[in-house]
């Protein structure tokens, strides 16, 4: 049982690098084979519905991790603006890393499927929400104000999220290192 669930594991690890990098649209089942080194029946025995079925286990992945870290990252600090400063900044490090930003960002597969893949969207959509609303717990947990922790915790839930593909794109770190300094002010105010 062991030596079936590394197959699967490694095939959902590879699977979620290309949908970060590429995108649901420009990944193949393929691709997904080579990059892990899966035989071709594995992906059939461990994902019997296909490529959607891959898809909606990488963005859980996605969503563990994220979450996982944040919770982490945001339990020190003095006030919510240390905490949310400090894990802004974490997340910027590993962008200035150029490795693969894994599970950083759904942006790409969540934008690319809105329209055409409902189950994808709507995994795509639980996973912003539940940043949001772990955001606007830990801000509630600093004392915020409880009628604007949801909206905080969407904007700043965009504003990473926007950010994390700028990031991509400059291959640095540093248009997250902005909107830290700007959720630091916006969380004073």
Not at 59 to 84: H, P, Q, Y
Not at 104 to 120: C, D, M, P, R, W
Not at 157 to 181: F, H, W
Request: aromatic share 8%.
């Amino acid at each position: 049982m062991k030596k079936r669930q590394d197959t699967k594991d490694i095939i959902l690890q590879s699977a979620t690098r290309l949908f970060q990098r590429q995108g649901y649209n420009g990944t193949g089942l393929n691709q997904i084979i080579e990059e892990s080194g899966a035989p071709k029946g594995s992906i059939y025995y461990h994902f019997p519905n296909g490529k959607e079925e891959i898809a909606l286990e990488a963005i859980s992945v996605m969503r563990k991790l994220v979450l996982g870290g944040a919770e982490k990252d945001l339990s020190g600090g003095n006030s919510a603006s240390e905490a949310f400063q400090s894990y802004i900044n974490n997340i910027a490090t590993v962008f200035d890393k150029k490795e693969c930003v894994e599970g950083l960002s759904i942006g790409l597969i969540a934008s690319e499927t809105a329209s055409t893949h409902e189950k994808l969207r709507h995994a795509c959509e639980m996973v912003f929400k539940d940043w949001q609303s772990l955001y606007a717990d830990i801000l509630e947990k600093y004392g915020c104000d409880k009628e604007r922790t949801e909206e905080l915790g969407i904007t700043i839930a965009a504003m990473i999220e926007g950010a994390c593909i700028m990031s991509s794109t400059y291959q640095n770190g540093d248009p997250l290192r902005v909107i830290a300094k700007q959720v630091s002010w916006l969380l004073k105010n």
